[in-house]
């Protein structure tokens, strides 16, 4: 192809709702200054009869709701029930019927606490002493022997050795030390 004849690209636009300027759809706003959002909006299903609870919904809180959810179990209805018995009186939305089921089990397990578990990570079961131990009588031990020794995987051996500061340099674990006084 010569030089005088530049091919031509066609670039898929939208059009801009402000100014009706041509964008190319990548772009996430316009030169005007109105922003595109590529997320659909979402459609909320309202009840036909307006409950005069609906604003108290804001205010609840879990405990409120899991107070609910007792005196629903002790009444005997099922989860199904429960939530559209919720829902209608504080509005949809309020609770789902999977919160609701999870929480008859664990009334049905004959925990009747209102307290939720607390969450989060479970303990290690990688010593770091004993990996740091390790690491510094052997200081050319690969991680995957690391890894077999302790009974972990290698990536747990990995995210730990960072985790204490030992980075591999020349085929040996050293420990990072901060340059000029800096860290």
Same mark, same amino acid.
């Given at each position: 192809?010569?030089?005088t004849?530049? %091919? =031509?690209v ?5 059009? &801009?709702?402000?100014?009706?300027q041509q964008v190319?759809v990548? &772009? #996430?706003?316009?030169p005007?200054g109105?922003?595109?959002i590529n997320r %659909?909006?979402?459609?909320? #299903? *309202? ?5 005069p609870?609906?604003? $108290? ?5 879990? !405990?409120?709701? @899991?107070?609910?959810f ?6 005997? *209805?099922s989860?199904?029930t429960a939530?559209?018995?919720?829902n209608?009186?504080?509005g949809?939305g309020s609770?789902?019927e999977?919160?609701?089921r999870w929480?008859f089990? =664990?009334?049905?397990?004959g925990?009747l606490?209102l307290?939720?578990e607390? @969450?989060?990570?479970? =303990?290690?079961?990688?010593n ?6 390790m $690491?510094?009588a ?5 991680i995957?022997g690391?890894a077999?020794?302790?009974? $972990?995987?290698?990536?747990t051996?990995?995210r *730990?050795?960072?985790?204490?500061? #030992?980075? #591999? !340099?020349l085929d040996k674990w050293?420990?990072t030390t901060?340059v000029?006084?800096l860290s």
């Amino acid at each position: 192809m010569s030089a005088t004849r530049a %091919k =031509k690209v066609k670039m898929a636009t939208k059009s &801009c709702p402000e100014c009706d300027q041509q964008v190319p759809v990548a &772009c #996430k706003s316009c030169p005007c200054g109105y922003v595109f959002i590529n997320r %659909k909006p979402l459609k909320i #299903k *309202h009840s036909e009869k307006s409950s005069p609870f609906t604003e $108290v919904n804001n205010t609840m809180s879990s !405990k409120d709701l @899991r107070i609910l959810f007792l005196y629903e179990f002790k009444l005997g *209805h099922s989860a199904a029930t429960a939530s559209r018995n919720i829902n209608s009186v504080f509005g949809e939305g309020s609770v789902s019927e999977r919160t609701i089921r999870w929480w008859f089990e =664990k009334f049905r397990s004959g925990d009747l606490s209102l307290k939720n578990e607390p @969450r989060g990570r479970p =303990k290690s079961v990688l010593n770091e002493d004993q990996l740091r131990a390790m $690491v510094e009588a052997n200081p050319r031990t690969a991680i995957r022997g690391l890894a077999a020794d302790l009974g $972990v995987s290698a990536t747990t051996i990995s995210r *730990h050795l960072a985790a204490i500061g #030992k980075v #591999k !340099k020349l085929d040996k674990w050293v420990g990072t030390t901060p340059v000029n006084g800096l860290s």
